[in-house]
Each structure stands twice: as C-alpha cells, then as structure tokens.
C-alpha cells in the first residue's frame, strides 16, 4: 500500500522521450469507483505566476507506465514542455 504522500515525494518521468515532468501536484480521486483516476502535474506559470494561472498536466491513471521506489513511469506521447526552449 502506498500513501499519497509518499507518491507526491517521486519524480514524474515520460519514458516517451525521457523528459522530467516534475513531481506530482495533486491527484483526482474517481469518489465513486473509490480509486485514483489521473496525477495532476504543476506547469509553469508565466513570471513565476505573476501573470496568468499555471497550466496543469494531467496523466490518466492508464498512462501510468510502472511506479517505482524513487520515479512514476508515465507515458504521455506529444507532450510539449513550456520549459524547453526553441531551437535557433
């Protein structure tokens, strides 16, 4: 059994290209199956916050590849990173 705590303290890994997505924010509990059904992921905000709201990414439960002692497995195919810049 594993605690919601203890899943907020691992990193979030896409194994479709190996990009870090960040720890997990929150989760969404399905109240009526009595399960979690997606990880929701902190984006960026823009100047830290300041102006405009934070996107969030949100995993399905299905794309959740392996959870592990340190890392989530996720696959999540065609993510775009607001933090990765634009080659020149």
Known sequence: MVKISDLKLREVVNVVDGQRLGPIKDVDIDLGEG???????PGTGRLLGVF???QETVVPWNKIVK??????????????SPRREAPL
Request: proline letters at 4%.
């Open 35 to 41: 399960r979690i059904s997606a990880l929701i992921l």
């Open 67 to 80: 959870i592990g002692m340190d890392v989530i497995l996720v696959e999540v195919p065609g993510y775009a």
């Open 52 to 54: 405009g709201r934070e």
